[in-house]
């Protein structure tokens, strides 16, 4: 997997945000120059990606409808990084959890990838979403991995 561009942010920055507790975590609009979410956001160009295992799928569907996921926004990826990802796995969903920074098992056995070309709800991530976990979200839109990821 090639490394992707992050965004420079000081030690003591980066430290300061993830510091702070999810919720408190200050506007993405403070912390990056629209030129910096400009760029994040165009990794994302050639698609937007979310892989979820079956039974994640299954109860999402029920809970949310067609709107896969709880309504205050999902973390995806560009569809070239997953596309890298299952190709370096070569289908193994534990490689491609491992790869994607996902934890042991979340895939499960049939892992299931939503894919959409709508870009209204793309943002960059704040750190105060529901899925932003302290030790594993980290500023710039990118996981502990080194993962690009945004919210939808």
Known sequence: MESLPHIDLSQK????????????????NRVYSQDEI???????????VKV????????????YGTTIG??????????SVYEKAVKASHGNPRVLEELLTL????????????????FTGLRMPSGNEAGAYQGDWIPGGYTKGGNTRSNY
């Open 52 to 63: 979820v295992s079956g039974e994640r799928y299954r109860a999402d569907l029920d809970n």
């Open 70 to 79: 709880a309504p205050n926004g999902q973390f995806v990826m560009p569809k």
């Open 38 to 48: 400009n760029q994040h956001l165009s990794m994302f160009k050639d698609g937007i």
């Open 13 to 28: 920055v980066e430290d300061g945000i993830v510091g702070t507790p999810n919720g408190k975590r200050p506007d993405v």
């Open 103 to 118: 934890g042991p098992g979340s895939l499960g056995d049939t892992p299931k990838v939503i894919e959409s070309h709508d």
